[in-house]
Nanobody, 123 residues
Framework: QLQLEESGGGLVQPGDSLTLSCVASGSDFGSYGMGWYRQAPGREREFVATISPFLGTITYADAVKGRFIISRENHKNTVYLQMNDLGSEDTAVYYC????????????????WGQGAQVTVSS
């Protein structure tokens, strides 16, 4: 079992940066692939980025590639999403997800979800 809790969301202006954190409680965090996903109003939840448990294999959605950075600190049971050059199109609820030994895993494969953190980009 893994419980996930996101933090760091908020209201920012276009061009700003923001870093989300997701802290996991439960055992063996280091064996889980972790991911970030987002859901904008009226749209389906979509993949943003994933990071594998061991070798740090990372994948990004095309929409965020070059602007967002996913990272993890296994000794802190935490995964991060650094978001740079934010635009209105990035406004969404951001969710943390986990899959046991997951690498580049699809959204339908996520086994555990956090409750979400709202990110609003507006001038």
């Amino acid at each position: 079992q893994l419980q996930l809790e996101e933090s760091g969301g908020g209201l920012v202006q276009p061009g700003d940066s923001l870093t989300l954190s997701c802290v996991a409680s439960g055992s063996d965090f280091g064996s889980y692939g972790m991911g970030w996903y987002r859901q904008a109003p009226g749209r389906e939840r979509e993949f943003v980025a994933t990071i594998s448990p061991f070798l740090g294999t990372i994948t990004y959605a095309d929409a965020v590639k070059g602007r967002f950075i996913i990272s993890r600190e296994n000794h802190k049971n935490t995964v991060y999403l650094q978001m740079n050059d934010l635009g209105s199109e990035d406004t969404a609820v951001y969710y943390c997800g986990a899959k046991k030994q997951g690498t580049a895993f699809a959204i339908v494969q996520v086994e555990y979800w956090g409750q979400g953190a709202q990110v609003t980009v507006s001038s």
